[in-house]
């Protein structure tokens, strides 16, 4: 059974989750008009795996037996001024993700909730990829500087880059 504590800080991260999707749109947004289809592509599969997210937590509560309440979410940033702003944006963001999901597992020690601590482990490392992904992407656009053929070379990258569900929705709740 979840504290009210750990139910209320849940259902506010659905609503980071959720607001996390957005941002990622509104960058494929970016990319689209900027002509960058493969950028374009990636962060159209971010924003998917943001909404997973959401729904990873979503599933987390109806198992606890819990009703979520939803928060509303906040517009993104609209003016990007590069794909290197893009990505910095992109790993400043995922930090603090990393620390409200690092939050919640502080309660959950504390509460000695130890279902949802294991329940939190796959997020925990999630984040490690999460940050990972940006700061890699943030040191190959800082190598090209302003070279065309970089970042055409990136973006056909970044374009076969695959869904994935992830682990924790492959069984059904
Ligand atoms: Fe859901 Fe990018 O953390």
């Known amino acids: 059974m979840l504290s009210k504590k750990l139910a209320d800080e849940i259902s506010g991260q659905i609503t980071k989750e959720a607001y996390s999707a957005y941002l990622y749109m509104s960058m494929a947004s970016y990319f689209e008009v900027e002509t960058l289809p493969g950028f374009a592509h990636w962060m159209r599969v971010q924003a998917q795996e943001e909404s997973c997210h959401a729904m990873i ?90 070279s065309s053929e970089g970042l055409f070379m990136i973006d056909a990258e970044l374009a076969a880059r695959m869904f994935v569900l992830p682990a924790p929705l492959t069984t059904v709740p």
């Open 57 to 146: 937590f979503f599933n987390y509560m109806a198992d606890q037996g819990q009703r979520v309440t939803f928060g509303a979410i906040d517009a993104p940033p609209f003016e990007f001024s590069s794909p290197l702003d893009v990505f910095k944006k992109t790993l400043a963001h995922e930090k603090i993700v990393t620390k409200s999901i690092y939050h919640l597992a502080e309660i959950a020690v504390g509460e000695k909730d130890f279902a949802t601590q294991k329940f939190l482990d796959w997020l925990i490392s999630e984040q490690v990829e999460e940050e990972k992904n940006a700061s890699t992407l943030i040191g190959k656009l800082d190598r090209i500087k302003n």
